[in-house]
Nanobody
Framework: QVQLVESGGGLVQAGGSLRLSCAAS????????MGWFRQAPGKEREFVAA????????DYADSVKGRFTISRDNAKKTVYLQMNSLKPEDTAVYYC?????????????????WGQGTQVTVSS
């Protein structure tokens, strides 16, 4: 049974930082592309960042480039999202997801497994 469990969300002031973690089980993991998505109230789920099995050349949404960093530890089967210079518009539920193909990393429908999400709230 595949499980993705996010942690690290919380309330932070604008300009602050948070580090999200996603622990995977039941996956091969080191051959999967891992992604982060987010969904704000009343909005559709949107792509944030993705990292392929090798860890090279991560993809980022334009809105988070230069502020967020995705990384992975294949030995620990964990993917991270370091979020710096947070803005109120980053407020959302953040989801971790696993994609076995890695072909279209920005497309949520391409992902095979999802976590339950973790709330990130940035106050102004």
């Amino acid at each position: 049974q595949v499980q993705l469990v996010e942690s690290g969300g919380g309330l932070v002031q604008a300009g602050g930082s948070l580090r999200l973690s996603c622990a995977a089980s039941g996956l091969t993991f080191n051959s999967d592309t891992m992604g982060w998505f987010r969904q704000a109230p009343g909005k559709e789920r949107e792509f944030v960042a993705a990292i392929r099995w090798s860890g090279g050349n991560p993809d980022y949404a334009d809105s988070v480039k230069g502020r967020f960093t995705i990384s992975r530890d294949n030995a620990k089967k964990t993917v991270y999202l370091q979020m710096n210079s947070l803005k109120p518009e980053d407020t959302a539920v953040y989801y971790c997801a696993a994609d076995r193909s890695g072909l279209h990393v920005e497309v949520s429908d391409e992902y095979d497994y999802w976590g339950q999400g973790t709330q990130v709230t940035v106050s102004s």
